[in-house]
Structure formats: C-alpha cells, structure tokens
C-alpha cells in the first residue's frame, strides 16, 4: 500500500475512533524495539546499516522531535546524551535495552519543560515588559544552535515570551478594532488576560509532556528509529494504527464527534457527525465541553482536564452498542454547570471524505458546455470487506457522468495525500483502458510492472488533472500515468509533493517469543518499495511537474519530500514495456498555454498571489520578528490596510462576478447519494457544506470580512474551469476539421 498522508489522518486524530483497547499497556517496548530493528535490518528498501552512523541521526531525530525549536534542552544536555548513546543507540536496540535511552532523555527532557515553564509562568507574573526595545526573536529556530547554558536558554525564553505576550496583546487588540468597526461585540471581551491565557498554554504543555506513559515515550523513540531510515518509515502506535484504518476507510465506531483540546484543559465539541449517535442523541452540543468520562457507563467518571486529546479518543471510543457516559459543561449553560449525556456508540461513515462531483454547466467561448468536477479526497478503501472502496464509488460517479453527457472532465487530486495502490491503479483504468500504470522496484532491484485491467476506459473525453504540494503518494501514481500517455493536461502548483516509495505496515507482536506480551506492540511501516511512472522516472523529491502551471503561495514554503530528513534520492529506470501514449497534439497544450498566460496576467488574484508569494520569500529570508510595539503596529497596519485595499476591490469586481456567473454557470450536486436521481440537485453551498457534519463556528472568525469566492469557484477552479473549455474548444474544432490524432 502507499502510505496516506492526507488531511483527514489529521481529522481523524480527534474524531472518535474504535475499537476497545486496554488502557494500561503490559507490553515490553525493549522486546518491541529489539523486534523492530530485525525488521528493519531485514524489510527496509535501502537495506541501511545498523552502525554508529544510524546511532548519531536516530539520537539527533529524537532530540529534535521532542524539542523542534531548540528551546528546552542545552548543548551541555546535548554533549552528554551524545557522549552516552551517539554511537551505541543500535546497540541498545538489538539487546532489548532501547528505553533505557528513551527514558533517561525523556526525563531530561521533562525537566526542561518544567523549568522553562516555571520561569515562563514567574516573568508573566513579575515582569513589566515594555515593548520598547529593538530586539528580535527567530521566526523559526529550525536549525538554531543549542543554548550554550541555562542561563543563556533562559534568555532565549524571555524573549520568547515577550514575543508571545506581545502577540496576544496585538492579536487582541486587532479583533476588538475589527469588532467595533463592524458594530459587533468583541468576542474576547472576557477572555482572560493575556498573561493568564499564555500561563493556561504553558500549563497545557507541560501537562501534557508530563502525563506521558510508556506507550507514548516508546512510540516518540521508535518513530525517531524508523524516521531515520527515510521520512516514511513509522512506528505507529496501537491508538496510532486504529486511526490509521479509520482514516483509511473513511468510517469508525464511536460516537461521531469532532474534538479540540482547550487552553484551560477542557476538550471541546468542535463537529458532530450528521446521523451520527451523538446527532441521534441529540443532547451533545457544538461547544460542549467535555470534562469527564465514563468509558463503559458504570459510574466511574475520570477526570479528563489537561488529559492528552488521544488519550480522551481512546477512552470514548469502543465497540458497536456500548454506551460510553460523557460529563459535560454545556456551550450555553451557566458558569460551573454540568450535565451527564450517555451515547450509544455506533459506525459513523465520513461521508464528506468521500468521493463527490458536481455537473456545471457554464458559457464558453463557442456555446454552452457541461463539466464534470470529480472531487478525489483520498484513495480510501476498506482493508477487511474491501467497502468503502474509492475506485468503486469513482466508477459509479463516472457512470452517472456519463449518462450527464458531459462535454469534459476536470479530476481534483488537490490536497489528496494518497492511499492504496490498488485503488490507484484500477481508476488510471478508468482513463486509458487497459496497460502498464505504475512501475514498482524493490530491494534487490526486480522491477515489476502494474496493469491496469480495464478493457475500455470509462470516460474517455477532454480530461484535466488539477494538483497542488500537498497531491502525494498515490495522488502522483495517478497525474503521473495520465500525463504520461497523454491522457490530460496537468494543471497546479509547480510541482507535486514527491513521495514515491510504498510503505506495507507489519505486525510487530508477530514477532514476539510466544511468552511475551504483545497487545500493545503497534505496528512498523516500512518502506519496501520505489514506484515510477510508466515513463521510467521516480517521483521521488520531484513530484509531477504540471503542464500549465498556476501561481501559488506555496512557491513561497519549503513544501515537498526534498525538504523532510532523509528522504530516498530520485532516479531512473526503463520505460514501461506496452506503454502506448496518445498523440500529445492532442492536448493542444501550445494553444492551452498560451491562452492560460493571457487570463492569468489579467486574473487580479493571481496578481495577489505573485505579491504574497514575494512578501513571505522576505519574510522567511529575514526570519527576525520584532520585539517593539510600535514597529509591530506599523507592520499590522500596513497588513491591515493590504486587507482592506483589496477587499474593497474585490467586493466590487466579485459583485460584477456574481452577475456574470448567474449568466453563465449552473451548479448540479452529485454526491454517491445522488446516483439514482434522474434530475441532480442544484448546488448550494453553505447548505451542502454542513450536510455531512455540523462544525462549530469561531467567533473570531465571524469579525473577517473578506468576501467569499464568487460561485464558490476560488482562483484555480475557475481558471481550471476556462482551461477545459478550451480543451473542449480545440478537440472540436479538431474533429470538425478532421484532424484529430488517429488514437482519438
């Protein structure tokens, strides 16, 4: 399988998972760590030594992912940790000793956090900060050295929090102007002050850190020991692994609710899943926040304040039919009021990371046309019945296009991080019909090439692909194939995310003696494999590379595989036997090109875009954030004004916009529950975009004025929108004249 990288795994982080699991893990993670390196010795593609080489970047990983920013620990800790376990962590790890290390750091590591804290907390409650000085913090510390003591780290740390008061205050002061200006009431009027609030985060933290079981230290160490053989080789956790098939089949056992850990240690109600059990339920509020729980509904509520968000998932979550007991202070109650709710847990089906498209019917330059817009979120599939499946669900939106008799196709792989490789292969099927899809190379370097076994394809019209940094894994099988054949124009970013290795999770408790515990053991995703395009290239670091290409803010980030530690090199192999690309004339690009650069200069957001992407490349480059007040104020100011400059612009052309769009679009929703529908419903989004869940609305976000995309079609939609009418345009004009490539 590829491994998913998408934004659901991250939705999925707090949205109630299944299955039950013992809270209190018995398992050895010696005896897991000992396991785990074997496997790795014996599975990994680049077949990496285990030496003192691997010992110094599994240490260095360690250090870094428990503290990114360099803010905790010393270079005296540093020195010593290298001194003791730099050039033996390897060692460790095959005697069965790895949390000898794990947890002497961790508690090094602990510490810190606690005198860091403890003095953050001492200067917001002592010192008098002026805001005055012309001092500066790091925007990021990614690559700063060490302190060289603590006093020096101390220092480090009240600029920090002169840095983070600062913000709050200028932060504060930005929502109350923006209240006042639209005669609302400022929502943070009753917020704490800005010292309290900062205290509550530090607070969270260091709970957090501190709460820690041995499960947690295992998994923060034998990631760092898998990170460090390439960016996608994991150690995932038991609760890690449950997410994980949920974010893979887009639907869990639980009660359907979206969570958010507070600053003041409450988890908050954020989404409640449409027909979900809690919906069904129908007392758990949007904003509840819950306090306690009691996991089997026998009466023994725990406290859950400060508890880590995995930690509350884990305790909420069970099996189908059980009910679980959640104590809770209700979003519109008085101050201190609390109330018992008992849910009945069920499967909750994520319907809106499923597959979906839209029929549009829009004006172009010759006539009306009709498109289909295919919304491709993830390449999900249900490993134990196989359903949901994202090439079945594909293969039955396609069909309905079909019979919708549109004129062109656009494919959306924006934001998808990927999925299964077998789902991948059948929908490129759907596209070019039968042949060679995706070449996969491993260890010994035995290269195999996969088929798609459709006879005929199943669409075979104007096709565009649109795709962005965050388009990976699976999502480049897919754009990479089309492009090879010359099946679509690719439309994006500059470049795709890179990822092109396969990962298979294996089982670590397999691998235990027969007397030995392992319940908790979790689960190693290894890198097995190198797949490439039927052209012979790995898309490894370079991703597929658009054939038009659209200005994005990204240009401006260090996105992508090339930026990640210790990512495989990119390389070459032969080209797919039995590849048979079409005619790219076919593809008119020449043409398609040249009219893109002609809108695109005169597109006023694309302009925003170029100036933004120039903005933030400054900002990265100085990577200097200022410490005086008034030098802050000026810079918002000149923020604010760019704000307000452009939404006067914009409300403006955005009205003539919407005038124009009445004229020319039509919007028709179909989503897998509008197979059967004879006539499609018409689009409406701020309904449709609560039809699978309710989500929580952010007062602060309610005070932001900025207009909304007109028809709902931000800049690469509606530019992707013109570049298939032009493709439709040109194959017509094609046919009508009789040229069209002899494979069309």
């Known amino acids: ?29 010696n005896v897991v760590g000992r396991e785990m390196a074997g496997m790795l010795q014996n599975s990994h593609y680049a077949r990496i030594q285990f030496n003192a080489d691997l010992s110094a970047k ?47 750091i961790y508690k090094v590591f602990s510490q810190r956090v606690k005198e860091r804290v403890d003095y953050a907390k001492k200067l917001l409650k002592t010192e008098k900060f002026s805001f005055e000085s012309d001092q500066v913090v790091m925007r990021t510390r990614k690559g700063a050295d060490w302190p060289t003591s603590q006093q020096a780290a101390e220092e480090i740390w009240k600029r920090q929090i002169e840095e983070a008061l600062l913000s709050e ?21 009753n917020e704490k002050s800005p010292e309290e609030k900062i205290i509550q985060r530090y607070d969270r933290f260091h709970r957090s850190i501190g709460e820690a079981d041995e499960e947690d230290i295992a998994n923060y160490f034998l990631s760092a020991v898998a990170a460090a053989h390439d960016p996608h080789t994991d150690y995932m956790s038991t609760r890690e692994m449950e997410r994980f098939r949920s974010g893979m089949s887009n639907s869990l056992v639980g009660i359907g609710a979206l969570l958010q850990a507070e600053d003041d240690g409450a988890t908050k109600i954020m989404g409640i899943v449409v027909g979900g059990p809690a919906d069904k339920q129908g007392e758990l509020k949007l904003n509840d926040r819950i306090v306690g729980v009691d996991s089997l509904n026998k009466g023994d509520v725990t406290d859950i304040m400060y508890m880590k968000i995995d930690h509350v ?10 009910e679980v007991r959640l104590k809770v202070e ?94 991948v292969r059948r929908i490129t099927g759907f596209f070019v ?70 990962q298979q999770p294996m089982e670590i408790g397999r691998y235990f003696r027969f007397f030995e515990d392992n319940s908790r053991a979790g689960y190693l995703k290894v890198t097995i494999q190198k797949f490439y395009r039927v052209s012979g290239s790995s898309t490894q670091k370079l991703g597929v590379q658009p054939d038009i290409v659209l200005p994005s803010l990204t240009d401006a980030l260090e996105i992508g595989e090339a930026y990640l530690k210790h990512p495989l090199d990119h390389d070459l192999i032969r080209k797919a036997p039995d590849l048979r690309p079409l005619d790219q004339k076919g593809l008119f690009l020449p043409v398609l090109r040249k009219r893109n650069e002609g809108r695109v200069k005169a597109i006023k957001d694309f302009q925003y875009i170029v100036e933004d992407v120039d903005r933030t490349k400054n900002r990265i480059k100085q990577n200097a954030v200022s410490l005086n007040r008034g030098k802050r104020e000026t810079e918002l100011a000149e923020s604010e004004k760019r704000r307000k400059t452009r939404n006067v612009e914009r409300r403006k052309r955005f009205a003539e916009m919407e005038a124009r769009d009445k004229k020319q679009f039509k919007f028709f929703r179909l989503t897998l529950d509008d197979l059967k529908a004879e006539k499609l419903p018409e689009v409406d989004r701020e309904k449709d975009a609560e039809a699978f869940m309710r989500r929580a609305k952010d007062k602060e976000d309610a005070l ?3 207009p909304l995309w007109p028809s709902g079609l931000d800049p690469v939609k509606r530019e992707t929108l013109e570049i298939i009418g032009d493709l439709v345009d040109q194959r017509d004009k094609a046919r009508t004249a009789g040229i069209l490539p002899a494979e069309e």
């Open 1 to 29: 399988m590829v491994r998913n990288s998408s934004p659901l795994a991250a939705v999925l982080g707090v949205v109630m998972g299944c299955a039950c699991l013992p809270l209190h893990a018995k398992t050895d993670f």
């Open 58 to 104: 599994i240490l260095s990983d360690y250090l870094t992912d428990l503290d990114p920013a360099r803010l905790y620990f010393t270079q005296q800790d540093i020195d010593a940790f290298e001194k003791k376990y730099g050039r033996r962590l390897h060692e460790l790890l095959i005697k069965g000793r790895c949390m000898e290390p794990a947890n002497e």
């Open 169 to 189: 205050i200028l932060r504060r002061a930005a929502v109350k102007r923006l209240a006042e200006e639209q005669g609302k009431n400022d929502p943070l009027a």
């Open 313 to 322: 998932v884990e305790m909420i979550r069970g099996k189908v039919d059980t």
């Open 330 to 423: 209700p979003s519109g109650g008085a101050p201190g009021e609390v109330k018992f709710i008992t849910i009945k847990r069920g499967r909750v089906d994520l319907k809106d990371e499923l597959a979906s498209a839209e029929v549009i019917e829009m004006l172009h330059e010759t006539g009306k046309r009709r498109i289909g817009w295919l919304q491709l979120p993830s390449f999900y599939l249900d490993f134990e019945d196989g359903d949901p499946s994202v090439s079945a669900d594909i293969q039955k939106l396609l069909t309905r296009l079909n019979k919708a008799q549109v004129d062109g196709l656009v494919l959306d792989l924006r934001r998808n991080g990927g999925g299964s490789l077998e789902e």
């Open 433 to 502: 019909g039968r042949g060679p899809v995706v070449q996969i190379k491993d260890t010994i370097g035995r290269i195999e090439s996969k088929e798609a076994l459709f006879r005929r394809p199943l669409y075979d019209g104007p096709l565009v692909v649109v795709t962005d940094k965050s388009s990976a894994s699976a999502s480049e099988i897919l754009a990479g194939a089309l492009q090879d054949y010359n099946r679509a124009v690719i439309v994006g970013d500059s470049s795709t995310f890179g990822k092109g290795t396969v």
């Open 704 to 706: 932001d004025d900025t």
